[in-house]
């Protein structure tokens, strides 16, 4: 019966919508032909007012010429009318050189009289196009005659009732609401409200290796994006270090327990200019900075950071990311380079000073492990022997044990036993020096093993990749208990210990779990895994829904701060939208395909498919009886919503994009609809009418909207920064308030302006924390909150609305940490 009535939908309106696809595709070459008629007409009035410059200066230069010499007076006129003559006088020659140079600029304006027929021509040309269509005509003769909408003057819209943005050369026109009177005098303030970071959604295990710390404070440590975390596992609260412009790729605790070094990538700014990787030395207690290690010294940026031990960690050991892997070691206190060496063009993931001695220091990698020794400013090298043993891969990680030796797990699945050896001077000779080899080999993991972690007593547990396996075993590496964490979390990429029994778990997944041998492990953090797009929140509660490419579904709760459920879908998400009963959940996916989940039992109660592209937007419309599916075919789909979200039934398809749908929103009334596209148009669709496009923009000019997510409109100029290219910014996003508007831009910032913010260069607050672009943006119900995503990050950041009163003054307000003072830079 559904599919029935389906196909009879879509016949009937297909059969229909002929007539206005055809009207639709003339409409939207006429306003292109407009546009254009609109620049030959700026064009020619700007040839025409160089033209009476010229006639202007043509008398005085006659003036100078006679005054320096009287005979070239009849030459300046020959070379007017002809353009050529020989003059042997050399003041002559400068005369004709100044008329001839102003010829040509005539010259390259062009003959007036033939601007002025080329424009006839394209009016004509235009008014020849819509003679078939006479619901067009009188707008097609508006255009020809140079008319504008009622009230303005002929050939061009005055400049009280509209103004002209340019992206990319192109022009955008932009209606003055009538409300406002004066547009000259508005004026762009920030807004009262400020941003403060609440929360943050996500742990970076996919790519980063001993990232995860337990401090005495009863706080992990963590980093994802720009934010080092620091989360109380009993208490459920953040603090988070934020003093990072990039995205932190390391971490390490000092001895004291109390200090701890992370590395950040170089990134670039705005411009595409290089920014120089550092190192920050904080107080985890106070969140102060201590010390800003190597600015300018590192290339592209930090990989591993390791304190020393022996001398209570005086000196600080750092692997950038040039193709040499440079090591250096640093004086912490005083913040100078000791000593510097390139290591290897192969990958290193691993770096520690040796537990007993700070001049030794251990690097594995990529079919490596290396043995330093430091002595008066230089670094000497051993590489390790793997004699019979077989050579892996990837040597992934190391601990020291209580003995001295080394042990390393490599992605064979084996924890290997090196130590020293004596100089073999029978078979090398007298110059023969100690070597390290291996002294045993324990078969530990299916697959790698990546992570290796020492308890007191010499107890040392393993992490396995393949078989996600957690082993613990005694000093002499007998296997003692072990247990398996689910398979949805992923592989175990690192292990932090609490209390002896107790047990963090960072995953490959994004994940970290807390538990025991006995008692399993739970999700104390999770997040995305891949680059994230769709995003909304509740009509009416405090949570919200995210999806991304990595096929996952989930929502989230804003107070509780922790996900309520996720599902994978078998295609990846971009897009969503809550109904507004708030029961049901549509979600827009990458191959045309929608779905409806029911929020309670996360099942599919609809779904359909619209084209076979990807969808960029899913919005009701108000009162919930439309839903409107933007997709990159050009197309908005809309739909009747019937059964309280659960059932649709095709009603039009709007058609005049001549690119992907990017944003809409709907009017209050929900009638109308506004969206934006690809190459920067903004339409206006009557969806009552039979999805009808509105041929004149100036009639919604006063258009109320329920939703403000466009990212181009009269109400949100001001937030492009002059010079955007259109992709510029992602998302935006205005407050239920109607007071302020979010925007999501590609340089990882997050700016809240006021709203409306129509004019040019419009102030506003600016955030950091992604670490990738900015993909969206939204506000909860209530607006007490903000949220918003980044791209490649998987990072989702939760932030307070601090609502009037004074604020601090700082661009960079992102994090309800201490204030830190200036860094120490070296």
């Not at 990039?246 to 920014?275: E, F, I, N, Y």
């Not at 030395?281 to 010390?291: M, N």
């Not at 793997?386 to 044990?401: A, H, L």
């Not at 001001?718 to 308030?737: F, K, M, P, Q």
Request: proline share 3%; charged share 25%.
């Amino acid at each position: 019966m559904d599919s029935s009535t389906n196909s009879l939908d879509d016949a009937s309106a297909d059969g229909s919508a002929d007539f206005a696809d055809r009207a639709s595709m003339m409409e939207v070459r006429l306003q292109a032909q407009e546009d254009e008629i609109t620049l030959l007409k700026s064009s020619l009035a700007d040839a025409l007012r160089k033209l009476r410059l010229h006639d202007q200066l043509l008398p005085l230069l006659k003036q100078q010429l006679i005054a320096v010499n009287p005979n070239a007076a009849g030459v300046l006129n020959q070379v007017c009318c002809t353009g050529s003559t020989r003059l042997s006088s050399s003041s002559a020659i400068d005369g004709i050189r100044l008329t001839t140079r102003v010829r040509r600029n005539s010259e390259k304006l062009g003959n007036p009289e033939k601007q002025r027929k080329r424009l006839d021509k394209k009016a004509a040309s235009s008014a020849n196009l819509l003679s078939r269509s006479p619901s067009l005509d009188n707008r097609a003769k508006e255009l020809v005659s140079g008319a504008g909408p009622p009230g303005s003057r002929r050939g061009t819209y005055s400049q009280e009732q509209s103004i002209k943005m340019f992206i990319r050369g192109r022009p955008i026109t932009m209606y003055i609401p009538s409300n406002i009177q004066n547009y000259e005098d508005l004026k762009m303030e920030p807004p009262s409200e400020r941003l403060e970071l609440d929360w943050v959604y996500g742990y970076r295990g996919r790519d980063c290796r001993d990232n995860l710390y337990f401090l005495p404070s009863g706080e992990a440590v963590f980093f994802i994006a720009c934010v080092v975390v620091l989360y109380h596992i009993n208490n459920r609260t953040q603090r988070h270090y934020d003093k990072h412009t990039d995205c932190v790729r390391c971490l390490t605790l000092h001895p004291d327990k109390v200090r701890m070094a992370s590395g950040q990538t170089a990134g670039v700014d705005k411009d595409g200019k290089p920014l120089h990787p550092c190192v920050h030395i904080w107080d985890s207690t106070t969140l102060v900075t201590l010390q800003q290690i190597g600015l300018g010294a590192f290339q592209r940026g930090v990989g591993c950071v390791a304190f020393s031990f022996a001398d209570s960690g005086a000196f600080l050991c750092v692997i950038d990311d040039s193709n040499e892997h440079m090591l250096s070691v640093w004086d912490c206190n005083k913040g100078t380079r000791h000593a510097e060496v390139k290591n290897t063009n192969e990958a290193v993931f691993c770096v520690e000073f040796n537990s007993n001695d700070s001049t030794n220091i251990i690097t594995c990698g990529k079919s490596h492990v290396y043995f330093w020794t430091l002595s008066a400013g230089q670094f000497t090298k051993k590489q390790g022997i793997f004699g019979k043993y077989k050579k892996p891969k990837f040597i992934q990680c190391f601990v020291f044990s209580l003995t001295g030796d080394v042990l390393t797990g490599d992605s064979e699945g084996n924890i290997l036993t090196w130590g020293k050896s004596a100089a073999d001077v029978k078979t090398l000779g007298k110059g023969a020096k100690e070597t390290f080899q291996i002294m045993r080999q324990t078969r530990a993991h299916e697959g790698s093993v990546f992570t290796l972690c020492s308890l007191q007593g010499g107890a040392v547990l393993s992490g396995g990749g393949k078989d996600r396996k957690i082993i613990r075993w005694s000093a002499d590496l007998a296997p003692e208990r072990e247990c398996e964490i689910p398979e949805n979390y992923g592989a175990v990429r690192t292990i932090s210990d609490v209390d002896g029994e107790e047990l963090l778990v960072g995953t490959t997944r994004n994940a970290i779990l807390r538990g025991t041998f006995s008692d399993g492990f739970v999700a104390i953090v999770q997040g995305h895994m891949d680059e994230m797009w769709g995003l909304a929140t509740h009509p009416s509660q405090n949570i919200f829904i995210t999806c991304g490419h990595d096929r996952q579904v989930c929502l989230w709760k804003t107070e509780e701060h922790k996900l309520d459920w996720c599902i994978t879908l078998e295609e990846y998400g971009l897009c969503a939208d809550f109904c507004p009963n708030g029961s049901v959940v549509s979600v827009g996916l990458s191959t045309g395909r929608w779905m409806v989940l029911d929020l309670l039992t996360r099942e599919v109660v609809s779904e359909s498919i619209d084209g076979n592209e990807q969808l960029s937007v899913m919005r009701y419309s108000p009162d919930g009886s439309f839903l409107a599916v933007g997709s990159h075919d050009n197309f908005i789909y809309i739909y009747n919503v019937t059964e309280s979200g659960r059932r649709y039934t095709r009603f039009g398809k709007c058609n005049g994009h001549s690119s992907f749908i990017t944003h809409l929103d709907w009017s209050k009334d929900g009638k109308y609809i506004m969206s934006n596209s690809g190459d920067y148009e903004i339409l206006y669709w009557d969806v009552a009418a039979g999805c009808k496009l509105l041929r004149n923009r100036f009639e919604s000019k006063d258009r109320e909207w329920a939703s403000y997510t466009c990212v181009l409109g009269f109400h949100v100029m001001g937030v492009w920064l002059e010079g955007s290219d259109g992709t510029d910014i992602n998302a935006l996003c205005r407050s239920h308030s109607e007071r302020m508007v979010a925007v999501a831009d590609d340089f990882c910032k997050v700016h809240l302006f006021q709203y409306p913010c129509p004019k040019p260069k419009a102030p506003s607050h600016k955030y950091e924390g992604h670490g990738s672009h900015v993909t969206n943006v939204c506000f909860t119900h209530s607006d007490s909150h903000l949220l918003s995503m980044g791209g490649k990050d998987t990072c989702i950041l939760q932030w307070r609305v601090i609502r009037g009163g004074p604020g601090d003054s700082r661009e960079k307000l992102a994090s309800t940490s201490t204030s830190s003072p200036e860094p120490a830079t070296s």
